[in-house]
């Protein structure tokens, strides 16, 4: 996803540095906001212009509700606010596990966060363009490692998508004429 991220965003005549700081299985309401604020102490003299956060899925998979998730994620977006930064929030992708309480659930939290609203704050549907249900047996295989997981492709799927999400806003921003808050196009079954 880094590779395919810096690759799209270069492409603008700013200079891009990409800093990509998840873990796996690493919870919103856990390390997250720690991590967050580390790191933009770190940036203290070179603030970040641009986060993108993603966040709830394994909050999600370990049973935590819908409306705790997403006030910790208000949280780690408002730490980010306050630095000074615009924030491009992604909403939680589909996974194998689809018991009907788990997509209520997840589909509460994605409305939660392409509702949200807050001065230099945007939102992406991430959801809607990487899709475990709906796709043929060949896509689900190219783009998905364990129903959890994306493989490789489907990781630099999703980087095509945020880095074209957020090229998007910034030549909105620059035009005087910002894109709306979410948009989401299916890519899953690009090659």
Request: hydrophobic share 40%; charged share 25%.
């Amino acid at each position: 996803m880094q590779t395919e991220l810096a690759h799209l965003l270069h492409s603008t005549p700013s200079k891009i540095q990409v800093l990509i700081d998840g873990l796996p299985g690493d919870q919103v309401n856990v390390a997250y906001m720690r991590r967050m604020k580390e790191n933009l102490a770190l940036a203290k003299k070179k603030p970040y212009d641009w986060i993108v956060i993603m966040g709830g899925t394994n909050d999600l998979g370990w049973g935590q509700q819908a409306d705790v998730i997403f006030d910790n994620l208000k949280s780690i977006w408002s730490t980010a606010l306050e630095s000074g930064a615009s924030i491009l929030a992604l909403n939680i992708i589909e996974t194998a596990r689809a018991s009907d309480r788990m997509v209520a659930k997840r589909r509460e939290l994605n409305e939660h966060i392409l509702n949200h609203q807050a001065n230099r704050f945007y939102a992406f549907d991430l959801w809607s363009v990487i899709r475990y249900t709906g796709v043929d047996k060949e896509t689900r295989a190219r783009i998905w490692d364990d129903g959890l997981h994306l493989t490789e492709e489907g990781y630099n799927i999703m980087g095509k998508a945020v880095a074209a999400r957020l090229f998007e806003i910034i030549q909105g921003l620059s035009s005087g004429d910002p894109s709306p808050a979410q948009v989401g196009q299916q890519m899953t079954s690009e090659k």
